[in-house]
């Protein structure tokens, strides 16, 4: 059996150090973790496999219902059926589901995993660079030990938290945040807590309030995750176009785009004439597909395409309150005047969709969210739904959903 390199990634500078561990077989009762920059760990990774874990907060956990059981069709299904759920344009996200889908019984959820696509290509970038390819991309939500006996998991580290709620739930945020985070996931407050917590970490748990076995005196959170990790019960991210043989195929990549430049400078060489004898209609035709594509970006429920200039028309009626659809124009007044009346946020995003405005902002803090709440509650003439939260060290992510009443 190959010699596993395991690899614990963070948002830092590319020469910074990242914690690393080489592992022959099972994890035995020594996990031996060092510290070197990527470049460094990367240039002995040759010949052994290789395990990314990736933060947490970077990784979104849900459950798709889609009538499929085949794993490639449920793959397929999930961003469209999730789509009403996220802020963000499903096309710029990666998603990825547990294993095991077609064995399990009719109607049950399938856990999936969504990551923004951005965040997949800045990890496994460095190893592309160096024609390797990973084994397993992993959250380190779902490595830490599955709950059992009504118990949650908790990995405690300097500045952050990530805690398992279930086989495929979890949450990940920072220490001065763990306490609210707790009483939205739980607020009887009775759930027990079995907290790894590696050195370094200046934190009272006590005043969680809740049932708990500490775990201290461990020397790196990657020994936690090293010795945790069950593929089994994890999402692997390396599906679909990050799947083990694409990332082969690309590795092959350079080679084919050299390739390619030969046979296309060629091709330009025989068909000089005849492409120019087509320009005019082609430009033609690029202009009605640009059309039509920035008529699917304003209305995304448009279902008819054959006369954009008539259903611009109807849809800009409809935008403004006409044909009973909600009225865009005073949901983005509502917006407008929270977002003024509460400074510690920032909008990053938005999409006007089946009637309601879908919202991505950051916030300082959970208090700002706690402060738009209170806004809207004072305005009920539009009605605010909270879609997702997500801390990080430098700050709050949030998506919204407003409509009105």
Known sequence: MRDTLFIQLRDAAPDAPVACALVSGAPGASIPVEHDALDAVLAR???????????GVDVRLATVQVPARQEQKVLQAAPYALEDQLAEDVDTLHFAIASGASRRPAGEPHPVAIVARERMDHWLAPLRERNLAADAVVAETLSLPAPEAGRWTALAEPGRVTVR????????????????YLQLADASGQIPLRLFVSKDVEYDFTRLGRPMELLPGYGSPLEVLVRHWRDATSINL????????????????????????????AAVALAGEAAQALRAGAEIRRLEQANLERYKALFPGATRFDNLALQTQQQMVALRGGGGAAPLLQLLDAVAASLSANPGLTLQSMQFRDGALYLS????????????????????????????????????????KLTAA
């Not at 990774?45 to 933060?55: D, H, K, N, Q, T």
């Not at 279930?166 to 609210?180: P, Q």
């Not at 950051?362 to 605010?384: I, K, S, V």
């Open 45 to 55: 990774a040759a010949g052994r496999r290789i395990v990314l874990f990736v933060p």
């Open 165 to 180: 709620t279930g086989t495929f739930a979890g949450f990940s945020c920072s220490l001065a945040d763990l306490e609210a």
């Open 238 to 265: 390396l599906q679909g176009a990050y799947s083990q043989r694409q990332q082969w195929q690309g590795l092959g990549r350079p080679w084919r785009i050299a390739a390619a430049i030969v046979v296309g400078w």
């Open 361 to 400: 902002l950051t916030g300082t803090d959970l208090q700002a969210l706690e402060n738009l709440r209170a806004w809207y509650g004072a305005h009920p003439a539009t009605l605010l739904s909270v879609q997702d939260t997500n801390a990080a060290p430098d700050g709050v992510q949030i998506r919204l």
